[in-house]
């Protein structure tokens, strides 16, 4: 069964701080890693690594993908209050026996940002 | 205009009870699909639909019935509701889900069981 792990789950810091959230992947068929950030409603996309050793940057937020650990991260500088957010990882699989994607998600980090 | 839209927002029924949550998605994506977050915040995806084909079904009770009318709109059906069915319902959409590419969420279903 596929697995996507995150971690730390829960994280506070105070603005200005800079981040790391991790994600591990064991899946068969890996054809991307997904970041999302959830707010109070919709995971919103941030950024899709199919490839390994690019960095996908926005803004203050910026992540690479090592496929041969099989893991990502995710970094946010000079965080602010409104980064707190759940960031979810999710990595893009082929569905067992068809071509099919699936989207695997991990448990999420739950970020606060104090002032 | 919402991209991916779910009705209703809110939800709350009896146990043993019948419902439907609507999805339609005005993004001409042929890939559908239902994830349930749990309490802890976990996204765990039930149904995907592609063209209206069932593609994926993961290990859901019977219980939980989807229709795909047309590739726009995945509804999800729940009989004989219980506690444990209490979550946020998530319905999104893809394009090409054979390649790499995101998919967008409706605002969620929270649906409570009493």
């Known amino acids: 069964e596929d697995k996507v792990v995150q971690s730390p789950l829960s994280l506070v810091v105070h603005e200005g701080d800079t981040v790391t959230l991790n994600c591990s992947y064991e899946?068969?068929?890996?054809?991307?890693l997904l970041w999302y950030k959830q707010e109070k409603k919709a995971p919103t996309f941030l950024f899709m690594l199919?490839?390994?050793?690019i960095e996908k940057k926005s803004g203050r937020l910026s992540s690479i993908l090592d496929k041969k650990e099989l893991f990502s991260i995710l970094n946010i500088t000079a965080t602010q209050t409104g980064d707190s957010a759940i960031y979810l990882c999710?990595?893009?699989?082929?569905?067992?026996?068809?071509?099919?994607?699936?989207?695997?998600f991990g448990q999420g980090t739950i970020l606060t940002v104090h002032p | 205009d919402t991209a991916v839209s779910q009705t209703p927002k809110y939800l709350v029924t009896q146990m043993g009870n019948d419902k439907s949550i609507k999805c339609e998605q005005n993004?001409?994506?042929?890939?559908m699909y239902w994830y349930k977050q749990d309490s802890k915040k976990f996204l765990k995806i039930m149904f995907s639909?592609?063209?209206?084909?069932?593609?994926i079904n993961e290990t859901v009770p019977n219980r939980f019935s989807p229709k795909s009318p047309d590739k726009a709109h995945l509804n999800l059906h729940i009989n004989s509701l219980e506690l444990g069915d209490s979550a946020v319902y998530f319905c999104?959409?893809?394009?090409?889900?054979?390649?790499?590419?995101?998919?967008?969420f409706g605002q969620g279903t929270r649906l409570t069981v009493v």
């Open positions: 999104a959409s893809s394009q090409h889900t054979s390649r790499n590419t995101e998919a967008f």
């Open positions: 899946v068969t068929n890996f054809r991307s």
């Open positions: 199919t490839s390994s050793g």
């Open positions: 999710a990595v893009l699989s082929r569905a067992g026996g068809t071509s099919y994607g699936k989207l695997t």
């Open positions: 993004l001409g994506h042929d890939t």
């Open positions: 639909y592609n063209n209206k084909e069932l593609i």
